[in-house]
């Protein structure tokens, strides 16, 4: 059953045949990287905000706490519960400034990209100057991971419910926030972040409870 | 041609085509599944490449962007077979870089998710990783590439390899 004769090759498969393999390799990578840089554009920022993510409080705080949150995510919410109080009254009294990061990581447990959406709707409670309060109630409504997350209306209603204007509805409908979103989920990889919630007094990574984050803040 | 028939193959031989079709399958079948989940969120698989903390950052990005992309034409590749030693051969180098890769993230105690099925490289709280399991997985694909760079040839290829 073996080839036996002169003409097949002993030495592997033809050079045209590596060498056309080497090329749709090399080319279906370039198409990806291609692809990936085009959708890289910036869209506008919220009001007050930078393209890693959102300042609220007193700019002249002596403690800087960052907070890096996805909407999807289970146990950021269960923290918002735990140590959202401590956060809130850091910030009243002007112990601290609170930078939220409403990252984008966790597309695949909905099937709308829920963690996008939400976080480009964070952008417009910022633009309203209610992003605090709107950030409590999206973990108060959390949608369960693998569904639909929570349609674009409801973002509206919630919104509402926190105080914003009548521009809200739009922005969130439009979307007009994605590119933000995008860019505060990049900057936190870049920044090496790799779990939500994770959150950061002056830099410094602290456990997720409300002790260790009134602790450090009265040290720092 | 001789009239008699010829003798009965041994056992080996008649069952490398069919060992040598079954990995391709296998090793094909990974690289679908593997491209798929990641191809439709790029900026997932940068994030997932940049939690290696091992390439510096436009590296990253080539890595994360392109490795979906090439990933699904392996597989196509491997399943249809065409091309068979040289996509099993691109396979072994990026296997052997995967082991290295996870090898490296657990040496140096980071706490990710391999990225290997479409994540982002982040953990959910509470979640540990697998670096064993990824590790054997991903070193056992490796064994699978080489021998078919030894033994590409098989049955219901598309183009025929010695």
Redesign the interface.
Same mark, same amino acid.
């Given at each position: 059953?073996? !080839?036996r004769s002169a003409i097949? %090759? +002993?030495g592997? !498969?033809s050079t045209t /045949?590596?060498v $056309?393999? @080497?090329v @749709?390799?090399l080319f279906?990578?370039?198409?990806?990287?291609g692809?990936?840089?085009a959708?890289a554009a910036a869209g506008a920022l919220p009001a007050g905000a930078t393209a890693e993510g959102v300042a609220v409080g007193d700019p002249d705080a002596p403690v800087t706490i960052d907070l890096y949150l996805d909407f999807q995510? !289970? $146990?950021c919410a269960q923290y918002e519960r735990q140590a959202g109080a401590t956060i809130d009254e850091l910030v009243a009294s002007g112990r601290a400034r609170v930078v939220y990061h409403p990252v984008a990581? @966790?597309?695949?447990f909905s099937s709308t990209d829920y963690s996008s959406r939400s976080s480009a709707a964070a952008g417009c409670a910022a633009d309203a100057g209610v992003l605090p309060r709107f950030a409590q109630l999206l973990f108060a409504h959390q949608p369960p991971e693998g569904g639909a997350g929570l349609p674009d209306d409801q973002l509206v209603a919630l919104g509402a419910q926190a105080g914003a204007g009548p521009d809200f509805a739009a922005c969130v409908q439009e979307g007009r926030y994605a590119g933000w979103s %995008?860019s505060v /989920?990049?900057a936190a990889? +870049?920044a090496?972040i /790799?779990? /939500?919630?994770t959150v950061l007094v002056d830099g410094r990574e602290v456990e +997720?409870t409300a002790e260790a984050l009134r602790a450090a803040a009265a040290a720092g | 041609m001789p009239p008699t028939t010829p003798p009965a193959p041994v056992p080996a031989t008649a069952l490398q085509p069919w060992l040598s079709t079954a990995g391709r399958l296998l090793l094909g079948a990974v690289w679908l599944a593997a491209g798929a989940a990641k191809i439709t969120d790029l900026d997932a698989s940068v994030r997932a490449v940049r939690a290696y903390r091992l390439l510096p950052e436009t590296a990253a990005q080539v890595v994360g962007a392109g490795l979906p992309a090439v990933e699904l034409v392996l597989g196509v590749l491997l399943v249809t077979g065409a091309g068979v030693r040289a996509a099993a051969a691109v396979s072994a180098v990026l296997m052997l870089g995967f082991v290295v890769g996870i090898a490296a993230a657990w040496a140096r105690g980071l706490r990710i998710d391999c990225g290997c099925f479409g994540s982002g490289g982040e953990l959910a709280a509470g979640e540990d990783p697998a670096y064993a399991l990824d590790l054997a997985r991903d070193a056992a694909l490796l064994v699978v590439a080489l021998l078919l760079v030894r033994w590409p040839a098989g049955r219901f290829a598309l183009v025929k390899e010695s």
């Open positions: 059953m073996k !080839p097949v %090759r +002993r592997g !498969p /045949t590596v $056309a393999v @080497l @749709l390799v279906a990578g370039a198409v990806g990287f692809v990936y840089r959708g995510c !289970p $146990a990581y @966790l597309n695949r %995008r /989920t990049d990889s +870049r090496g /790799t779990a /939500t919630p +997720r | -």
